[in-house]
């Protein structure tokens, strides 16, 4: 089993920065892609970027290329996620994710992932 533990949200205004951490404790994860999904009210959870399990590839939902990188440290067993110019539109409950994958892989879609951490709520004010 793997315990993800999110942490890094807070409330900003626009334009501004958020880093968030995805900590993972039970075991390692360096066998795992893994990801960020958001979920606004009202809406369906969304993908927002991943990362293969040893960094080499990286995806992001369109409305985040250029805004946000996602990284990891698997000696430390966490994901980041650094969010740059932040727009209201960000505004959601953020969610880390893990699967065991091949070194290579990473997925983009909730149904792919079998550990979830609570979520760290980000909001951003115009």
């Known amino acids: 089993q793997v315990h993800l533990v999110e942490s890094g949200g807070g409330l900003v205004k626009a334009g501004e920065s958020l880093s968030l951490s995805c900590a993972a404790s039970?075991?390692?994860?360096?066998?795992?892609?893994m990801g960020w999904f958001r979920q606004a009210p009202g809406k369906e959870r969304e993908f927002v970027a991943a990362?293969?399990?040893?960094?080499?590839?990286?995806d992001y939902t369109d409305s985040a290329k250029g805004r946000f990188a996602i990284s990891r440290d698997n000696a430390k067993s966490t994901l980041y996620l650094q969010m740059n110019s932040l727009k209201p539109e960000d505004t959601a409950v953020y969610y880390c994710?893990?699967?065991?994958?091949?070194?290579?892989?990473?997925?983009?879609?909730?149904?792919?992932?079998?550990?979830w951490g609570q979520g760290t709520q980000v909001t951003v004010s115009s």
């Open positions: 039970g075991r390692t994860i360096s066998n795992f892609a």
């Open positions: 994710a893990g699967t065991y994958s091949g070194p290579s892989n990473y997925f983009t879609t909730v149904r792919n992932y079998n550990y």
């Open positions: 990362i293969s399990p040893f960094g080499s590839r990286t």
